[in-house]
């Protein structure tokens, strides 16, 4: 109600202390008493969001005390400015990352997913104005709903089940993607997909896969490449990822039907 902070973090943050007990009532009246995970979704370059994110984990834990919750996890997803949003947003988001940076070290969220805004706008140039956010959003929104569902589902080959899923949720720092394999009959083509998608997209701009702990590989397939394509092509991406990552890491995997024939 105070129409935004002016870019101003501090402003915010005294906002935010000031309305503690509102923002606490407003959480609990909107999640009830049962639910899994707090994701705190927040804009890193602007005051409001800046701001308001970090002490937010704090009332986000506290809801949690309150609740009867069996996990006590609290998630962040934040996103980061474009590079013509100017040099004070920019500070506001080096400040807003390093803090929440500093939060994961210390086990208090998982995740953290970051979302580049200079990456989305490189990625669709063309897009119209009116459309650009929408698409971005909902590129982002589905990829991670597209984990969500799957998790969920049972599979008739191999599983990437809910535990799984939750021990990568578990593991601070977190980049998805999703890409088509259009050559599946090429032995490497997998392992080659899972690697370029790791350098390329939407999520992981500047993130070294070398400091990975967890990872998980979906393969979805229609009938046909399930029943033609070798267990070792899939072995091969699963190794490759546990040679990119960092020594001792766990890898996942998860093999499901789609209802696609690609």
Request: hydrophobic share 40%; proline share 3%.
């Amino acid at each position: 109600g105070e129409g935004g902070a002016g870019k101003d973090p501090e402003v915010a943050k005294k906002l935010l202390n000031d309305k503690r007990e509102d923002v606490i009532d407003f959480m609990r009246y909107s999640f009830g008493d049962t639910f899994d995970r707090i994701i705190i979704c927040a804009g890193a370059g602007g005051g409001t969001g800046s701001g308001s994110a970090i002490p937010l984990v704090d009332l986000a834990t506290e809801v949690q005390a309150l609740s009867r919750t069996t996990e006590k996890k609290v998630g962040m997803i934040l996103t980061l400015p474009k590079k013509s949003e100017g040099a004070k947003v920019a500070e506001n988001a080096a400040v807003a990352l390093r803090n929440a940076y500093s939060l994961v070290t210390a086990r208090k969220i998982s995740p953290l997913i970051l979302l580049d805004n200079e990456k989305v706008s490189q990625l669709y140039p063309n897009v119209a104005i009116s459309k650009f956010w929408d698409v971005a959003n909902k590129n982002f929104a589905g990829l991670f709903h597209l984990f969500n569902l799957t998790s969920a589902k049972d599979s008739s080959y191999s599983s990437f089940d809910k535990n799984d899923y939750k021990g990568i949720l578990d593991s601070g720092l977190v980049v998805f993607g999703a890409a088509p394999v259009k050559n599946w009959k090429d032995s490497v083509a997998i392992a080659r997909v899972v690697r370029e998608n790791l350098k390329s997209n939407v999520l992981c701009a500047g993130i070294d896969p070398s400091t990975g702990t967890t990872a998980g590989v979906i393969m979805i397939g229609g009938t046909e490449v399930l029943d033609n394509l070798p267990q070792s092509y899939i072995d091969q991406s699963l190794d490759q990822l546990n040679r990119m990552l960092k020594q001792g890491s766990t890898v996942h995997g998860g093999v499901y039907s789609g209802d696609k024939p690609t």
